[in-house]
């Protein structure tokens, strides 16, 4: 069994009262057992945020180092005109 730690924490009533709808429907024994698989799902969703956006610096990094080339006018054009395609498409479908 892990350490355990004592904590006093204040929740929004709709959440105190969402915590002891769960241990009353009896999904849950305790309150802090509703709180610990809170956490442990919050901790996840952290990690995951994490490595997103560590993804998300390494693509910025890559453009960057890419270089920057200007594009001409006719390629401006092609890409409006394949975003506004796209766009219809969307619209169009059911």
Do not use: C, N
Not at 28 to 46: P, R, S
């Amino acid at each position: 069994m892990q350490d355990m730690e004592t904590l006093t924490i204040q929740l929004p009533s709709d959440i105190a009262r969402t915590v002891r709808d769960a241990v009353d429907g009896r999904r849950y024994l305790v309150a802090a057992d509703v709180v610990v698989e809170a956490l442990a799902d919050w901790q996840v969703k952290q990690e995951v945020r994490a490595v997103k956006l560590h993804r998300l610096r390494q693509l910025v990094d890559e453009g960057i180092a890419s270089g920057f080339e200007p594009m001409g006018s006719d390629e401006v054009e092609r890409i409006i005109g394949e975003g506004r395609a796209e766009l219809a498409a969307r619209k169009a479908a059911p």
